[in-house]
């Protein structure tokens, strides 16, 4: 099983890919999310010229952040300054839209915005439409403005089978964000690989999932602070979709549902309040506050992260290789760089 990082966009992310080169790991991720993060080509820009060999991730763009023409230049470019070693995320902006507190885009507009990527990074003219207009646009410069030979490797944000049918259908790989549970990522396979036959799309591609590790010392409470504080930020981006989409919740336990209304309570907003993006979003995916511990509840820390002792951890990542994960995508919180050695161990021995 391949391992790769996760991090927000910020300064001096570099530094940490670097290090990621360094140890060993696959890949180096970071978030999309405009009004929480920094930009992440900005981001991915620094760390193509540190480093040589590890492969460059956005972790995921949407077609409600930005229009294909402006994408598909980020990522050509980026693609020349680390040729061969991209890789384009792309979702429904699940976060990034309600951090401005609207919806998510559609699962057809995911499908049309990932092909236009597709073909403008490879170099072939796509459509573009505004309104009632439309046309074929292409890159009309390439030479040392953006690469179009070397393939950026695309790959679909899926929680459920429609996303995992439209990666089939462009021949693209499949990531998701604290999914686990290796009978979905069966599901994921079979779905995917049934859309790409149909379609008559070859299908060489890899399966993500971003998650967070903590090992078990002897004698630690799998449930304890040090638990919570590695893998809280997974477990509170999931309350926080359940706070700002209450429909959720039916998928949720009653102590997951108690943790919620918490949630709520805490920052003094309501499910139905317009303004609730303000607070709900404030610090996501960061190291939660201690204040905030008792809201990731046992059975998210069971469900979200890779939590165990190095026994249990090889055998569960065993199982997901088997359901299909090419890869775990680690965002290490609480101290990157003691995390990612601690990490890069874990997965040599």
Known sequence: MRTGIVVTARSGVEDLAVLAEEL?????????????????????????????????????????????????????????????????????GNTARRTLGMLPTTMAELERFTGQLQDLCAGRPTEYRERDRVRDVRFLHVGPYVNTDDPVEFVVAAFGLKAAAIAGRRGAGVISFGLLDPAAWEGFDRARREAAQEAGTPLDVDSYVMTSVHVLGEGEDRHGDASRDAMGHIAMALLTFAADNPAF????????????????????????????????????????????????????VD???????????????????????????????????????????????
């Open 249 to 300: 919740g039916d998928a949720l336990t009653d102590e997951e549902n108690a943790a919620v209304q918490r949630l709520l309570d805490r920052r003094g907003t309501t499910a139905t309040a317009t303004d609730r993006h303000h607070v709900l979003y404030r610090g996501y995916l960061g190291r939660i506050d201690p204040g905030d511990r008792d809201l990731v509840v046992p059975s998210l």
């Open 303 to 349: 469900k979200l992260g890779l939590v165990g002792t190095r026994d249990e951890l090889t055998s569960r990542i065993a199982s997901m290789e088997e359901a299909g994960i090419d890869e775990i995508v680690i965002q290490p919180v609480v101290d990157p760089e003691v995390e990612m050695r601690e990490l890069a161990k874990l997965v040599d021995g």
């Open 24 to 92: 060993g790991f696959s890949s180096f991720w970071v978030y999309d999310t405009p009004m929480v993060n920094g930009d992440p080509f900005v981001s991915l820009g620094l760390c193509a010229k540190a480093t040589s060999r590890i492969r460059l991730g956005v972790g995921v763009t949407s077609p409600a952040l930005r229009s294909a023409p402006a994408a598909a230049a980020a990522l050509a470019s980026l693609n020349a300054l680390a040729p061969g070693r991209i890789i384009c995320g792309i979702g429904t």
